[in-house]
């Protein structure tokens, strides 16, 4: 399919995008992309190259992001690849909801710098959706990283997954690392959780790692704690 740019997000209309080493690129780019329906299914893979730009699995402006189940859900793969100030979103729908989209990192070089990295964010509910971490380092030596299993911004943030076997996460400066199994702006958050089996990790008593099952900004609702509402941290 003809590579289309809308707006100022390069997509391939659902074909997998792939990229390897010596690509070089600033551009931000889908593989899935709808402005008005639902972008499923779209998958970008990454095993090398330098990028500057967003990426997102798939996009959507007024649809979901993803679908009811997991293979229906968008998808960003990187094993590789250096990155710098980039948000990474398996899922993004601007006003409607993003379900059960993925984003699998390792191996990325050690002076990348991301900005954020979501497996859903959802204008309105972000459901299932999970980010999994193996391996790189995962640092901003100006601004703080973000860190989201899935994200709500006016809905509910329900069962969607950080799960983190290695990799370094240290700002080394005054900025933090946050990760977050689910966030929610305005409503509840609910069954979230973050997976810890590894890794290197800024800790102590001014720790610039700070790590939540779910969290609620604002007027949502955690249940008053991780344990209420099922959030956890593992």
Same mark, same amino acid.
């Given at each position: 399919?003809?590579?289309?740019?809308?707006?100022?997000?390069?997509?391939?209309?659902?074909? =997998?995008?792939?990229?390897?080493? $010596?690509? /070089?690129? !600033?551009?931000?780019?889908?593989?899935?992309?709808?402005?008005? +329906?639902?972008?499923?299914?779209? %998958?970008?893979?990454?095993?090398?190259?330098? #990028?500057?730009?967003?990426?997102?699995?798939?996009?959507?402006? /007024?649809?979901?992001?993803?679908? !009811?189940?997991?293979?229906?859900?968008? %998808?960003?793969?990187?094993?590789?690849?250096?990155?710098?100030?980039?948000?990474?979103?398996?899922?993004?729908?601007?006003?409607?909801?993003?379900?059960?989209?993925?984003?699998?990192?390792?191996?990325?070089?050690?002076?990348?710098? *991301?900005?954020?990295?979501?497996?859903? #964010?959802?204008?309105?509910?972000? =459901?299932?959706?999970?980010?999994?971490?193996? !391996?790189?380092? *995962?640092?901003?030596?100006? !601004?703080?990283?973000?860190?989201?299993?899935?994200?709500?911004?006016?809905?509910? @943030?329900? &069962?969607?997954?950080?799960?983190?076997? +290695? $990799?370094?996460?240290?700002?080394?400066?005054?900025?933090?690392?946050?990760?977050?199994?689910?966030?929610?702006?305005?409503?509840?958050?609910?069954?979230?959780?973050?997976?810890?089996?590894?890794? =290197? #990790?800024?800790?102590?008593?001014?720790?610039?790692?700070?790590?939540?099952?779910?969290?609620?900004?604002?007027?949502?609702? @955690? &249940?008053? +704690? @991780?344990?209420?509402?099922?959030?956890?941290?593992?």
């Amino acid at each position: 399919k003809e590579s289309l740019i809308v707006g100022t997000i390069w997509h391939t209309n659902g074909d =997998e995008i792939q990229f390897g080493a $010596g690509i /070089s690129t !600033d551009k931000d780019f889908a593989s899935a992309f709808n402005s008005n +329906g639902d972008a499923t299914g779209g %998958k970008v893979t990454i095993g090398g190259g330098e #990028f500057l730009g967003d990426i997102y699995g798939g996009f959507s402006g /007024s649809g979901v992001a993803g679908g !009811d189940i997991a293979d229906n859900g968008n %998808k960003v793969i990187i094993n590789g690849g250096k990155f710098e100030d980039t948000v990474v979103y398996g899922g993004y729908s601007v006003y409607g909801n993003a379900k059960h989209n993925e984003v699998v990192i390792s191996n990325v070089d050690e002076n990348s710098t *991301f900005y954020a990295i979501y497996g859903g #964010f959802a204008g309105v509910n972000a =459901e299932g959706n999970t980010v999994t971490i193996s !391996d790189g380092t *995962f640092r901003n030596d100006y !601004d703080d990283v973000y860190i989201y299993g899935g994200r709500s911004v006016s809905g509910d @943030a329900e &069962g969607n997954t950080v799960t983190i076997s +290695g $990799g370094e996460f240290d700002t080394g400066s005054s900025a933090f690392v946050y990760i977050y199994g689910g966030y929610a702006d305005s409503v509840a958050v609910e069954s979230n959780t973050v997976i810890i089996s590894g890794g =290197e #990790f800024d800790v102590g008593s001014f720790s610039s790692v700070k790590i939540y099952g779910g969290y609620a900004n604002g007027s949502g609702d @955690a &249940g008053g +704690g @991780a344990a209420d509402k099922g959030n956890k941290v593992i």
